[in-house]
Structures are given as C-alpha cells and as structure tokens.
C-alpha cells in the first residue's frame, strides 16, 4: 500500500454554489454515508448563530458599507446592507450561450444587475467569500479536533458545474487557494474538483440504494441538478452497488444558466413591467439578492406546489393600492398561484427540454432506456418542479425521484464520498473535443495551391487543419493521458517559450469540423518552458532570420485526474521535460 493510501486524512466537501454553500465532513477512517457531517452551524446576525445545512453564497464589504467594521458574509450579513451575490455566474460570463440559458442572464449581467465592488473582478470575489468560507471550516475542524489538526492533512473536494468553461475551473481552483485551501505549512493538503452532477449521483444513488429496490444494478439514471444558478445532467448506467457504488457515464454532461435564480429574475422582470420606476427606484437593500423582500420570495418558491399558503411579501413601493401590492402602508404585496406559474414555467421549459436531450443522448449511446431521474441541488427540492417533471415523463415510464435526505445537501454529501472512495464514476464522457491547428503537407488535387506556403525547411504546407487529440464522448478514467506529437520551426536564442494554442469544440464528435472555422474556440496557449531542451539531436539550418531548428515534441494533456482539471507535460525524445501552463483566451 501506498502512504497515500494508509495515511489518516480528513476529507471535506465543499459545494459553492451561486445562491448557498454548503460542506460537509469525514475522516478517512470512516465508512460511508452515515458517517458524513454536514455543517450546519453558522455565524449569524448580530454575533449569534443560525442552524442550516447551508449558508447564503454572499459578502458584504466594509469597504462599501461605512457602518461595519468588517466584511460580513453568510447568515452574518446585517440587513439593508449592500452585498455582493450570485458572482459564481460571473465567473463563466465569457462562455458561450448555450439554448437552455436563461435568456435574462446575459442582459442583466451586461445592465450591471449582478455587480462586484470596484477594483475587484468576479474571482476577487470569489476568492474573498471562499476565504470566509475555509476559515469556518478550519474553526469547526479544530473545536473537533484540537491541536490534532495541525497534524492531519485535509483532502478539500469543490464541486464545480458541468458546463462550465475550462477557464471557469480555472479561476475556481486560483480562487480557492488564494482563499487558503490547501495552503497550510507541514502537511499534505489538497484541491480537488468534481461535477456537482457527478458528487450528486454519488450520495443520492448511495441514499436509494438502502430502499430495496429502489435501484438495481444496471439501471439508467439521470441526475439533474438544480442549483441556484445552473442545471446540470449527468447520465450513468448503475454498474455496481457493492460492496461499492461504481457508475458509468452514458454521454458527455449537458446544463445551462437556467437555475432557481431564473425564477427569481422572472419576479423582478414582473415587477418593473408592472410597478415601473416605483420599483426600479428602489436600492439594492430594498429589492436585491438577501432583502426581505427576496427572502420572502425565496420561501414562496419552496412552499409553491405545495399546500402551504403562500407568505405576503413585504417590500414599500410608492404606488398605489392594486390587485397584488394590496396596502401601500404596510408595503404588502402577495402573489398568486397563476403569477407564480408565470415565473416558474419559463424556467421548467428549459430544464425539460435539457432532460429530454440527455434522455436521447443516453439512449443514443447505450441503446437502453432511462428509467429514472434523480433531481438534487436546492431548486430540486421543489414541489412544483417535480410534479411538472413527472407529469411530463410518465408518458416515458420514467420515475423522478428526490433523495430521502435533503437534496440540498447531496452534493456536498457526494464530494465526501468521491474522496472516501466509497463511490465512484469510474468511466465518464468527454464533455467537449480538443485539438490544436496543424500544417499539413500540400496534396495536388486535394489542396488548393493558394493556400499553401513553403517553411524554412523546403516542405509545402497547407494552414489551418484541426487536430483532434480528444473527440466529444471520449471515454477518460483517472488515468487517461492523450499524447499529441508536434513538429516546430524554432529559432534558437529567441526565447524560452514553446507556445502552442489549444482549440476545443462543443459540437458532437461526427459533426467535428476538419479545418478550423467559427465552430472552434480557442481555449488558451500552452506555454512549454525550452530551457531544459538540448537542440543539438535536431536537425538545423541557418537561414536570413537566423539558425532554426525542426523541434520534435510532444504536448500530453492530462484528463480524469483527481484535481478536476485539464493539465499538460512537455515532452522530448518521449521524456517530460517539465510540466505546461496555460493562458487563457479572454473572449471579445
């Protein structure tokens, strides 16, 4: 056995979400589900504590409110001051729309409505929050735990959504160790990221399996996860339950920016319709993300399809007394169960459409039919939201199933699993290709002779062919490496730096595109350090420019490892030479 393996270590997960966050707990010396802690004591307003399995994903800045000391975040934020919330969006902002996106986001990400302090960029942010975050976790770790924690090592597992850009994953993981994960001296800390799709399979599917019955092995399951923000779909075929749970990706993961915040815009979009500059003019504190008003929103939207009456929400508007804003005085205004609909409908459109899809893709790839989707992350827990899903695939014998525990917490719940190894997906799809631009030899009657040019070393080429090192759907394991071999005209004493961009593609791996076209999206460049490279074994040839030499190598792209993202080695005469950085494009 491995030090790895036999070596005592705390685990904690660790879901950021774009509305709320929660974590939960186990030491590696424990089984299984029964065993996790979940967080469910926070800092509260005014120096008390409030009892929740997760806390409110916002911080307020001392900086932007005179009246406080400090940064305030979570249940701590007093009320009526300005708060920064829902910026985990902002961290993707520069991704592609995909057609299950919520239509409003982008326009009021470009109006401003979700804003970040001046000077400070959506991973600042991030960043800072996350920073409260980890030194909870570190406070609650050490009232257990005592000077004991100084001595053990923390796997940390953040969840991230499926859709997101490799950039995304990126700044998550920046943002996470500037916030102190994995940062402590004279241990063995670690950041590791998984699908919150994926953690939410995990622990909802280890939750039923203790139902006999309830799942079987082999069955086909969806797990759609309706965060604050995004849905995410992960399709799996059940391949054991004991004496561990180990899934199989059917198809890449699908999702879009159409989560319960979309509800939320719904209102606000209602609002300014009807009640105009009455409602605009009022502040943040008044109507933005953590008001009472939006509190008592947020309620409604757990007790809407339920039997439980809906709360009058309180929000004083200088307007006068209508149908819905039924005393002015008071500032009351109370919604019905046909305005509600109005404001869920749009929403669920999209997530029925994003299950359908992956219901297809699954069958698609597998030839058998889904016959259960699990939904988890808070906006599953709604009433409402699995009626219409049911009503909708019964047609299908498709069962909707929430875990018996909270969906809320399943994916933190999950993460903990994943890094127990008490669970697994042990073959997943990938969710996009990639591949880098080639010159290929000119070809007489294939090529058209315009294009081509001539290098330095007499050969013919022809620009702009796609190499693709990974197709859309390929399957990745923990352990899977893609080589990709590369010839380059380098310069000798221009530099240090080997920079070759990388490309990927969100189209399906059949309609993958041969040459390079608006359908293929420049990830970053892929920055290889030349300085340990001996360039005498290569061929030369001086020229006008200066002495250039054809450099052979390889760039090995990492998938599937237990950090959650994509890494790269250089590589010569088939030995690594050092490791690769990226940088990212920045979209225009």
């Given at each position: 056995?491995?030090?790895?393996?036999v070596r005592?270590?705390?685990i904690?997960?660790v879901?950021?979400?774009?509305?709320?966050?929660?974590?939960?707990i186990?030491?590696s010396s424990?089984?299984?589900?029964n065993?996790?802690?979940?967080?469910?004591?926070?800092?509260?307003d005014g120096?008390?504590?409030?009892?929740a399995l997760?806390t409110p994903s916002r911080?307020a800045?001392s900086?932007?409110?005179?009246q406080?000391?400090e940064?305030?975040?979570?249940y701590g934020?007093e009320p009526?001051?300005?708060?920064?919330?829902w910026m985990?969006?902002l961290?993707?902002?520069?991704?592609k729309a995909?057609p299950?996106d919520?239509?409003?986001?982008?326009?009021d990400i470009?109006?401003?409505?979700i804003?970040l302090?001046s000077?400070?960029?959506?991973?600042?942010?991030?960043?800072?929050?996350?920073?409260?975050?980890?030194?909870?976790?570190?406070?609650?770790?050490?009232?257990?735990?005592g000077?004991v924690?100084?001595?053990?090592d923390i796997?940390?597992w953040?969840?991230?959504p499926?859709?997101w850009?490799?950039e995304a994953?990126?700044?998550?993981?920046?943002?996470a160790?500037?916030a102190?994960f994995?940062s402590?001296?004279?241990?063995k800390d670690?950041?590791?990221?998984?699908?919150?799709?994926?953690?939410g399979?995990?622990?909802?599917?280890?939750?039923?399996?203790?139902?006999?019955?309830?799942?079987?092995l082999?069955d086909?399951?969806?797990?759609c996860?309706?965060?604050?923000?995004?849905?995410?779909?992960?399709?799996y075929?059940?391949?054991?339950l004991?004496p561990k749970?180990?899934?199989?990706?059917?198809?890449?993961?699908i999702?879009?920016?159409?989560?319960?915040?979309s509800?939320?815009?719904q209102?606000?979009?209602?609002m300014?319709?009807?009640y105009?500059?009455?409602?605009?003019?009022l502040?943040?504190?008044s109507r933005g993300?953590g008001?009472?008003f939006?509190?008592?929103?947020?309620?409604n939207?757990?007790k809407?399809?339920?039997?439980?009456p809906l709360?009058?929400l309180?929000?004083?508007m200088?307007?006068?007394?209508?149908?819905?804003y039924t005393?002015?005085d008071?500032?009351?205004l109370v919604?019905?169960?046909e305005?509600?609909k109005e404001?869920?409908?749009?929403?669920i459109?999209?997530?029925?459409a994003l299950?359908q899809?992956?219901i297809d893709s699954?069958?698609?790839?597998?030839?058998?039919?889904?016959?259960?989707v699990?939904?988890?992350g808070?906006?599953g827990?709604?009433?409402?939201?699995?009626?219409?899903?049911?009503?909708?695939?019964?047609s299908q014998?498709?069962?909707?199933h929430?875990?018996?525990?909270?969906?809320?917490?399943?994916?933190?719940?999950g993460?903990?699993l994943?890094g127990l190894?008490a669970?697994?997906v042990d073959?997943?799809?990938s969710?996009?290709?990639?591949?880098?631009?080639?010159?290929?030899?000119?070809?007489?009657?294939v090529?058209?002779r315009?294009?081509?040019?001539?290098?330095?070393?007499?050969?013919?080429?022809?620009?702009?062919f796609?190499e693709?090192?990974?197709r859309?759907?390929?399957?990745?394991t923990?352990?899977?490496?893609v080589?990709?071999p590369?010839?380059r005209i380098?310069?000798?004493?221009?530099?240090?730096?080997?920079?070759?961009t990388?490309y990927?593609c969100?189209?399906d791996a059949?309609?993958t595109?041969?040459?390079?076209?608006e359908?293929v999206?420049e990830?970053?460049?892929?920055?290889?350090?030349?300085s340990?490279?001996?360039?005498s074994?290569?061929?030369?040839?001086?020229?006008?420019h200066g002495?250039?030499v054809?450099?052979k190598?390889e760039i090995l792209?990492i998938?599937g490892?237990?950090?959650?993202?994509?890494s790269f080695?250089?590589?010569v005469?088939?030995?690594?030479?050092g490791?690769?950085d990226?940088?990212?494009?920045?979209?225009?």
């Amino acid at each position: 056995m491995t030090e790895d393996k036999v070596r005592h270590h705390i685990i904690v997960g660790v879901d950021y979400g774009t509305t709320y966050s929660g974590v939960s707990i186990i030491p590696s010396s424990k089984a299984g589900l029964n065993d996790i802690i979940q967080c469910d004591t926070w800092t509260g307003d005014g120096g008390g504590t409030t009892t929740a399995l997760k806390t409110p994903s916002r911080i307020a800045y001392s900086s932007e409110n005179g009246q406080l000391r400090e940064n305030q975040w979570g249940y701590g934020i007093e009320p009526g001051v300005r708060q920064c919330a829902w910026m985990k969006l902002l961290l993707d902002k520069n991704a592609k729309a995909s057609p299950f996106d919520d239509p409003d986001l982008k326009s009021d990400i470009d109006a401003g409505l979700i804003s970040l302090p001046s000077g400070k960029t959506a991973e600042d942010v991030t960043s800072d929050y996350l920073k409260e975050l980890y030194e909870h976790i570190m406070q609650t770790l050490r009232r257990k735990m005592g000077g004991v924690l100084d001595l053990t090592d923390i796997r940390f597992w953040l969840t991230k959504p499926a859709i997101w850009s490799d950039e995304a994953e990126s700044q998550t993981l920046r943002a996470a160790k500037k916030a102190g994960f994995g940062s402590r001296p004279n241990v063995k800390d670690e950041i590791c990221l998984i699908l919150e799709p994926e953690a939410g399979a995990l622990a909802s599917i280890t939750s039923l399996k203790r139902n006999h019955g309830a799942v079987k092995l082999k069955d086909s399951v969806i797990i759609c996860d309706c965060g604050g923000g995004t849905v995410d779909l992960t399709a799996y075929i059940i391949e054991a339950l004991t004496p561990k749970l180990s899934l199989r990706e059917s198809c890449p993961p699908i999702g879009g920016k159409c989560g319960g915040t979309s509800v939320d815009r719904q209102l606000l979009n209602w609002m300014t319709k009807r009640y105009g500059e009455a409602f605009l003019e009022l502040d943040e504190k008044s109507r933005g993300p953590g008001s009472e008003f939006m509190k008592g929103f947020e309620l409604n939207k757990k007790k809407f399809g339920t039997n439980v009456p809906l709360t009058a929400l309180s929000l004083q508007m200088d307007h006068d007394e209508d149908e819905f804003y039924t005393d002015p005085d008071e500032g009351t205004l109370v919604l019905n169960d046909e305005t509600m609909k109005e404001f869920f409908e749009p929403v669920i459109d999209k997530i029925k459409a994003l299950i359908q899809k992956q219901i297809d893709s699954a069958k698609e790839a597998t030839g058998q039919d889904v016959n259960k989707v699990l939904l988890v992350g808070g906006f599953g827990d709604s009433a409402y939201l699995k009626s219409r899903l049911q009503t909708h695939l019964q047609s299908q014998k498709i069962s909707v199933h929430v875990p018996h525990q909270s969906s809320w917490g399943a994916v933190a719940k999950g993460a903990v699993l994943r890094g127990l190894e008490a669970a697994n997906v042990d073959m997943r799809k990938s969710r996009r290709s990639y591949g880098i631009v080639l010159n290929v030899d000119y070809v007489e009657g294939v090529h058209d002779r315009s294009e081509s040019f001539t290098n330095e070393f007499g050969r013919v080429l022809v620009p702009n062919f796609m190499e693709w090192a990974i197709r859309k759907g390929t399957e990745i394991t923990d352990k899977t490496r893609v080589s990709i071999p590369l010839e380059r005209i380098v310069y000798i004493g221009q530099g240090t730096e080997l920079r070759t961009t990388l490309y990927c593609c969100d189209e399906d791996a059949k309609t993958t595109p041969e040459r390079k076209n608006e359908a293929v999206k420049e990830v970053g460049c892929i920055i290889s350090d030349l300085s340990g490279v001996d360039f005498s074994s290569f061929e030369k040839k001086r020229t006008p420019h200066g002495d250039v030499v054809k450099l052979k190598f390889e760039i090995l792209i990492i998938l599937g490892g237990r950090q959650g993202t994509v890494s790269f080695q250089f590589c010569v005469g088939g030995k690594t030479v050092g490791t690769a950085d990226i940088e990212f494009a920045k979209s225009t």
